[in-house]
């Protein structure tokens, strides 16, 4: 293999010369040239010897404004995205199919576009002709929205660079396709292609892009995990297709808190924003039953109060079932090992069901005392009183470690009523008044002195 030839550059001028020499024919210095090496010595894969343009470096403490941001005017959609919407920003919207993601996009295109934001609305999954049928629908069919139907990612990005837009909408980047890239759209290589393409443009114009991915049956969103690295926030709408409930989470969020939410409810006029959900989830709530208890838990910033239902019944079967929705299943095999093992009450030969009431997912670990709770009523058959919340992690050793923020908890359960909590030993919880605490160090505690078993 050919070696290449050695470069030389002056130090003082940057003038680049083909052999050693004491002086620099450009600037003059004396004893200035020095030879440079190759950025990469691998053969094939490296840079070369072609130097690049300098960084420019700054300090950890350089003052700089905050990023500008839009306030659409949608409480709950504002609250997700940290406080609106960041200009040159790329948000990826992942949910199930049906679930209300471009009804919910549409309505927030046509706020943003209400609030002086020039808004373009490109559909890759719709003709125009349905688009307009919905925003109809909807009432926003006067919103100064642009609105177009385009699959080419060449052709969007010249009607982006001739239009320069405040904020555009793509549904969905999985039927983008780049004439560059020899594969059907929808492929790896032509969402990478896609993605890099469009999240460059909103970096280059100022431009804010939201992009709308389809998910897998896992529910995690469609193609390369680095399509998610590429943007700044992803957000997951969740719900149950039985519930008119929709939730809409920041999984990732570059300007703002991760694990916020945002409620909704779905109407014949579309997406409405619910203010409280807590009153929401526990709104169908009866009388006190066998099985349900009141979790006070933690979304992002706001503190939201759900029901735990449970339900435990002899099984006919050599595997009892093991039925879990809204909340991780395996954490909810733990919790029962952990009843069994230290506390000396089996659910062999039993099936458990378990639900979150309203379509909530709870992630936090939080909810370990609640779900506990709400078997052992089940089991035993004894209602706990309506008026209590319970929230609480359980460790291996049926110890029960307490949880953050348990001043917010209690504080929005006094808001709606409740008069008496349970919560692990050295929960911090002062500045909340009407609320009887009681704290308990361990899982066969509780169980004791709740139901008189352990």
């Not at 471009?102 to 943003?112: E, G, H, K």
């Not at 990732?252 to 409620?263: D, H, L, T």
């Not at 909810?367 to 460790?395: C, H, K, N, Q, Y």
Request: proline content about 5%; some cysteine.
């Amino acid at each position: 293999m050919a070696k290449s030839a050695p470069s030389f550059r002056c130090a003082e001028c940057g003038a680049t010369h083909a052999k050693w020499s004491g002086r620099c024919e450009a600037c003059g210095a004396w004893n200035s040239i020095v030879e440079e090496s190759p950025l990469s010595k691998v053969p094939g894969s490296g840079l070369g010897g072609a130097k690049g343009k300098l960084i420019q470096l700054s300090a950890l403490d350089t003052k700089e404004a905050p990023p500008k941001r839009a306030l659409a005017g949608m409480p709950e959609l504002d609250r997700v995205l940290g406080g609106g919407l960041v200009q040159a920003s790329a948000i990826l919207v992942g949910g199930d199919p049906g679930i209300g993601k471009s009804t919910l996009l549409l309505q927030a295109a046509a706020a943003f576009a209400r609030k002086g934001l020039k808004t373009l609305y490109i559909s890759g999954e719709e003709a125009a002709s349905q688009v307009r049928m919905r925003a109809a629908r909807l009432g926003l069919a006067d919103a100064p929205v642009g609105l177009g139907a385009e699959t080419s990612l060449r052709d969007i990005l010249t009607t982006l660079e001739a239009e320069r837009p405040d904020l555009v909408v793509i549904d969905s980047i999985q039927t983008m396709w780049s004439d560059r890239v020899e594969s059907a759209p929808g492929s790896v290589s032509q969402l990478r292609a896609a993605a890099h393409e469009l999240v460059s443009f909103a970096k280059r114009r100022g431009t804010a892009v939201i992009l709308v991915g389809h998910v897998t049956k896992d529910g995690q969103i469609a193609g390369p995990r680095v399509i998610e690295h590429m943007v700044d926030t992803v957000l997951y709408f969740e719900g149950e297709r039985g519930h008119q409930f929709r939730i809409l989470r920041a999984v990732k969020n570059r300007f703002g808190p991760a694990s916020e939410i945002g409620v909704f409810e779905m109407t014949g006029a579309g997406l409405a924003e619910v203010a409280n959900p807590s009153a929401l989830f526990l709104s169908e709530r009866g009388q006190a039953a066998p099985g349900s208890a009141v979790f006070a838990g933690i979304e992002g910033t706001r503190p939201v109060l759900t029901e735990i239902q449970a339900l435990v019944a002899p099984s006919s079967l050599a595997s009892p079932r093991r039925t879990v929705v809204g909340l991780d299943s395996g954490r909810i095999s733990t919790i029962l090992a952990v009843l069994e093992s230290r506390c000396g009450i089996p659910f062999t030969g039993l099936d458990v069901f378990l639900n979150v009431a309203g379509g909530m997912k709870v992630i936090e670990p939080a909810a370990d005392l609640a779900a506990a709770a709400a078997l052992l009523s089940a089991r035993e058959d004894t209602a706990l009183p309506a008026d209590m919340v319970i929230f609480g992690e359980i460790s291996l050793s049926g110890a029960l470690r307490p949880v953050g923020q348990a001043e917010n908890r209690l504080k929005e359960a006094a808001k709606l009523g409740f008069s008496q909590a349970i919560a692990p030993t050295g929960t911090k919880a002062e500045g909340t008044t009407g609320m009887s605490m009681r704290k308990l160090g361990d899982l066969v505690t509780f169980t004791g002195e709740m139901f008189g078993a352990g």
